[in-house]
T-cell receptor, first 113, second 114 residues
């Protein structure tokens, strides 16, 4: 079946612009995670959605970052007023629930000029 | 807080050599431990996992044993192939609470030469 998909695969933007990154999880998966993979920083957790519960936003690095998940499926990560340090690969993962294997999408490579 | 430390790469081996990638962790409670692999141009894939002390995870000839006494989860393979060239990530998930976010090591790049 279809895996986790993310779009766009690459995004180049100018400093100060807003960007939206999209994640389509595997159908039926209730858990959805966003991670960021930066050079020198490795992978870091950003935000977690589980079903209809309030998201765990504890990993968001600043209030310029936000995410939503509509209808328990598609998720959008929004970065406002992008900065050069936001340049990274943004990864989405979904799972059947808490404690289940996380399946990763191919990521969105964001470059902020 | 919870953390994962893995050996820095890059690691370069000849085909059929023995591989060890060290991974140690710090965590409260009893985490689950994972190895993920990222092949060139592909996304992260779960390679193997262990959910409790002394468990051994294995897949594709790779093995790792959850050692609580040494807080380690070293990845091993007896005979590597060129196709094993990839970046390997050690990770943990704390089993307390609903959020099973993964805490990651920095990754170890492996290149296997024919």
């Amino acid at each position: 079946g279809a895996g986790v998909s993310q779009s766009p695969s690459n995004k180049v933007t100018e400093k100060g612009k807003d960007v939206e990154l999209r994640c389509d999880p595997i159908s039926g998966h209730t858990a959805l995670y966003w991670y960021r993979q930066s050079l020198g920083q490795g992978l870091e957790f950003l935000i977690y959605f589980q079903g209809n519960s309030a998201p765990d936003k504890s990993g968001l690095p600043s209030d310029r970052f936000s995410a939503e998940r509509t209808g328990g499926s598609v998720s959008t990560l929004t970065i406002q007023r992008t900065q050069q340090e936001d340049s990274a690969v943004y990864l989405c993962a979904s799972g059947q629930g808490a404690g289940y294997e996380q399946f990763f999408g191919p990521g969105t490579r964001l470059t902020v000029l | 807080g919870d953390s994962v430390t893995q050996m820095e790469g890059p690691v370069t081996l000849s085909e059929e050599a023995f591989l060890t990638i060290n991974c140690t962790y710090t965590a409260t409670g009893y985490p689950s431990l994972f190895w993920y692999v990222q092949y060139p141009g592909e996304g992260l894939q779960l390679l193997l996992k262990a959910t409790k002390a002394d468990d051994k995870g294995s897949n594709k000839g790779f093995e790792a044993t959850y050692r609580k006494e040494t807080t380690s989860f070293h990845l091993e393979k007896g005979s590597v192939q060129v196709s094993d060239s990839a970046v390997y990530f050690c990770a943990l998930s704390n089993n307390a609470g609903n959020n099973r976010k993964l805490i990651w090591g920095l990754g170890t790049s492996l290149a296997v030469n024919p």
